[in-house]
C-alpha cells in the first residue's frame, strides 16, 4: 500500500530564516506530487505540483520554491520567511483511475508552519 | 476564473440527516471531490462523482449535477465524530490534473 511521509510535523521560525519541508512517497512510482498550504479557518491552496522528477508548477507567485530530486521526493522551500507564510502545509500525491479518468488524491499528515 | 461555494458552518444534532453544499464555477470540470477533514488533520477522501445522480456509501451519499454546477454531500444518522470540516473540491483537466478546494463547511454534531 501506498504512504506519504511528511516532517516537521510542527515548526516555529523566525521571519527572515529558511525553510525546507520534505515529503517522500513509498508503494509507488511516478506519482503526481502536491504542495498546499491552508491558512487558519481558510480552505486549501495549491502552491506546486509535479509531474515527474525535475518538473515543477507553480500556482501561485509567492517567496516559496518547489523541487523534486527523486522520483517519490518533494521539497518545499524558502529562502526568506515571511509571517503571511504561516499555516498547514499538506504534501498530497495523486492515482490516475483510467476506468473513468479522473484522479484520486491522498494527502500527508502534514506540517503545521508558525513564523514568528 | 475558477469558484467553488460551501456554506461556512452546519450544526446538526446526532442521528439526523444533513445535506451539505456546494455550487461551482469552473472550466475543465473532470470530478467533484467530498473530503473530511477533522481539526488539525489532513484531509480524508471520501467520494469522487463525475456523473449526474446520487452514489451511495454507507452513511454518506454525494449528488452531482453538472448542468447546475451543483453538489451535496449527505450524512446520515449523524455521530459525534462526524463534527469535522467537509471541503468540496473540483477535479480539472487543463493539459494536467489538478483540484481545487472550496473553503469548507465546519459541521458541529450535537448530542
Known amino acids: 500500500s501506498q504512504t506519504i511521509h511528511q516532517w516537521p510535523a510542527t515548526l516555529v521560525q523566525p521571519v527572515g530564516s529558511p525553510l525546507s519541508l520534505e515529503c517522500t512517497v513509498e508503494g509507488t512510482s511516478n506519482p503526481n506530487l502536491y504542495w498546499y498550504r491552508q491558512a487558519a479557518g481558510r480552505g486549501l491552496q495549491l502552491l506546486f505540483y509535479?509531474?515527474?522528477?525535475?518538473?515543477i508548477s507553480s500556482e501561485v507567485p509567492q517567496n516559496l520554491s518547489a523541487s523534486r530530486p527523486q522520483d517519490r521526493q518533494f521539497i518545499l522551500s524558502s529562502k526568506k520567511l515571511l509571517l503571511s507564510d504561516s499555516g498547514f502545509y499538506l504534501c498530497?500525491?495523486?492515482?490516475?483511475?483510467?476506468?473513468?479518468?479522473?484522479?484520486?488524491?491522498?494527502f500527508g499528515p502534514g506540517t503545521r508552519l508558525t513564523v514568528t | 476564473g475558477q469558484n467553488i461555494d460551501q456554506p461556512t458552518e452546519m450544526t446538526a444534532t446526532e442521528g439526523a440527516i444533513v445535506q451539505i453544499n456546494c455550487t461551482y464555477q469552473t472550466s475543465g470540470f473532470n470530478g467533484l471531490f467530498w473530503y473530511q477533514q477533522h481539526a488539525g488533520e489532513a484531509p480524508t477522501f471520501l467520494s469522487y462523482n463525475v456523473l449526474d445522480g446520487l452514489e451511495e456509501k454507507g452513511r454518506f451519499s454525494s449528488f452531482l449535477s453538472r448542468s447546475k454546477g451543483y453538489s451535496y454531500l449527505l450524512l446520515k444518522e449523524l455521530q459525534m465524530k462526524d463534527s469535522a470540516s467537509y471541503l468540496c473540491a473540483v477535479s480539472l483537466y487543463t493539459g494536467g490534473f489538478k483540484t481545487i478546494f472550496g473553503a469548507g463547511t465546519r459541521l458541529f454534531v450535537k448530542a
Open positions: 498530497a500525491w495523486s492515482v490516475i483511475i483510467w476506468e473513468i479518468p479522473h484522479y484520486e488524491q491522498y
Open positions: 509535479s509531474v515527474g522528477i525535475g518538473q
